[in-house]
């Protein structure tokens, strides 16, 4: 594992930010690494195509983790020069009325640590599982050789209130993810899915060696708010350190 997001992994301040499974937009994506770089990120997670890989590893010296689906693309991804791999971000494809099983997952998971064996590699657990069914698979996951459990949930949910307590409500299923699942399980387990610089905080308290923050950088057109939406993270990231 690369030594910068292993110690961030340690000292449970990893902050990923996410460009979106389905977004190819070079221009876009670019955008979105170039905030995660100058706002404080850890590491950056992109689509899986190996033009998106070269030109993210010309452009930072963070960790670049890869999201698909499809085992063969996460090894052409890897090829290109990804250094960790990601099944999950599944977000895109709930709106379009899929779902993903505890099976369809651990055969995901099988096939891709068949195809890269020394790869890093993160699993996201779908939230649309009972969260005991959640945890079983993400002990099943680590058995298959997961590195790195991941939770979501926040993009699914409806808050009934505006403000602070929305904000809270819409981080619920990932926070109480976190909570379960990394007691249950010995690698790291990164948060994410609808959390803010509000909830990051509780994402840590719940047990997450770190986060993973997608719409609230990669909805923003704007350079300089990707910047300091960024930098807001890696604040609320590093006060949490301070509390405990």
């Known amino acids: 594992m690369n030594n ?81 791999v990601e099944i999950g971000n599944y977000d895109s494809f709930y709106a379009q009325g899929r779902v993903f099983s505890s099976l369809e997952v651990i055969a995901l998971t099988k096939a891709t640590r068949n195809l890269l064996p020394e790869t890093l590699l993160s699993v996201t657990v779908p939230h649309t599982l009972p969260l005991d069914l959640q945890v079983a698979l ?8 997961a590195d790195i459990i991941q939770t979501e949930g926040g993009t699914s949910s409806n808050p009934l209130h505006s403000g602070i307590l929305g904000l809270i409500e ?40 770190g986060v993973g923050v997608g719409s609230a950088v990669n909805h923003l057109s704007d350079r300089v708010a990707m910047i300091a939406v960024v930098r807001s993270l890696r604040e609320s990231l590093n006060a949490s350190l301070v509390l405990r």
């Open 4 to 84: 910068q997001l292993r110690s961030a992994l340690d000292r449970r301040s990893a902050l990923k930010i996410i460009s979106g499974l389905q977004n190819f937009d070079p221009k876009s994506v670019s955008m979105i690494v170039e905030a995660a770089t100058l706002g404080g990120a850890t590491f950056v997670d992109i689509a899986a195509d190996p033009n998106l890989v070269r030109q993210t590893k010309a452009q930072t010296n963070l960790p670049v983790c890869v999201s698909a689906i499809a085992p063969e693309k996460l090894a052409e991804a890897v090829n290109a020069g990804a250094d960790l």
């Open 138 to 145: 993400a002990e099943e996951l680590v058995a298959c050789g």
């Open 170 to 209: 819409k981080a619920a299923p990932t926070l109480a993810a976190a909570y379960a699942i990394s007691r249950a399980v010995s690698v790291p387990v990164l948060c994410a899915s609808g959390l803010t610089d509000v909830t990051i905080p509780m994402a840590i308290a719940a047990g997450a060696s």
